[in-house]
């Protein structure tokens, strides 16, 4: 079957402007979540959405970023008035709700550029 | 609050040789733990994962890891490296109810020679 998607691959864009990144979910999974993967480094938590509840926000790194997960499938992470500092890989993950302990299947990011 | 901790930033091994790579939680109750591999200009791939039950746990393409609560460790383990398992390696821990806020160590390049 279909794994999880992220568009686009790859983003340019210059600084001060926003942007959008696309996720679209393994069909039937009721968790998604964001990450961040900077040059060298683990993957820092952004944000998670489970089922209808409200999303866990902890990890986002200002109010420049948010994200949305309309119809409990498809997200956009966006991050508005880019930053230099934000360039870095995106990536997105989802996993089943129950019984496998949040096992989470990765897409292949998206990396942004900031210039 | 809970965290995972990779000692070793990169680790060399030759071909053939066994490996063992570090990873110590901090979590209050018992952790959803898991270890995932990332492969160069590949996505991250889950290895294998420890909810309860037997401490030691099998996972793909021959690694296995050992859940021990008196040490809060879940080290990842390999008899023989094969060159193809050069990647990096992340250990992380699932928090929540279903584990489902993960967090994610720095992660632990490997190196194998020949």
């Known amino acids: 079957g279909a794994g999880v998607s992220q568009s686009p691959s790859n983003k340019v864009t210059e600084k001060g402007k926003d942007v959008e990144l696309r996720c679209d979910p393994i069909?039937?999974?009721?968790?998604l979540y964001w990450y961040r993967q900077s040059l060298g480094q683990g993957l820092e938590f952004l944000i998670y959405?489970?089922?209808?509840?409200?999303?866990?926000k902890s990890g986002l790194p200002s109010d420049r970023f948010s994200a949305e997960r309309t119809g409990g499938s498809v997200s956009t992470l966006t991050i508005q008035r880019t930053q230099q500092e934000d360039s870095a890989v995106y990536l997105c993950?989802?996993?089943?709700?129950?019984?496998?302990?949040?096992?989470?299947?990765f897409g292949p990011g998206t990396r942004l550029t900031v210039t | 609050a809970q965290s995972v901790t990779q000692p070793d930033i990169h680790i060399t091994v030759s071909e053939g040789a066994s490996l063992e790579l570090r990873c110590n939680y901090s979590?209050?109750?018992?952790?959803?733990l898991f270890w995932y591999v990332q492969s160069p200009g590949q996505g991250l791939q889950l290895l294998l994962k420890?909810?309860?039950?037997?401490?030691l746990v099998q996972g793909i393409k021959g690694f296995e890891a050992e859940f021990k609560r008196s040490q809060s460790s879940f080290n990842l383990r390999k008899p023989s490296v094969h060159w193809s398992d050069a990647a990096e390696y992340f250990c992380?821990?699932?928090?929540?109810?279903?584990?489902?806020?993960?967090?994610f160590g720095a992660g632990t390049r490997l190196f194998v020679k020949a």
């Open positions: 420890y909810f309860s039950g037997d401490t």
């Open positions: 979590y209050g109750a018992t952790p959803y």
């Open positions: 992380a821990v699932g928090a929540g109810t279903g584990g489902f806020k993960t967090i």
């Open positions: 993950a989802s996993s089943f709700d129950a019984g496998s302990g949040g096992e989470q299947y």
């Open positions: 959405f489970q089922g209808n509840s409200a999303p866990d």
């Open positions: 069909s039937g999974h009721t968790a």
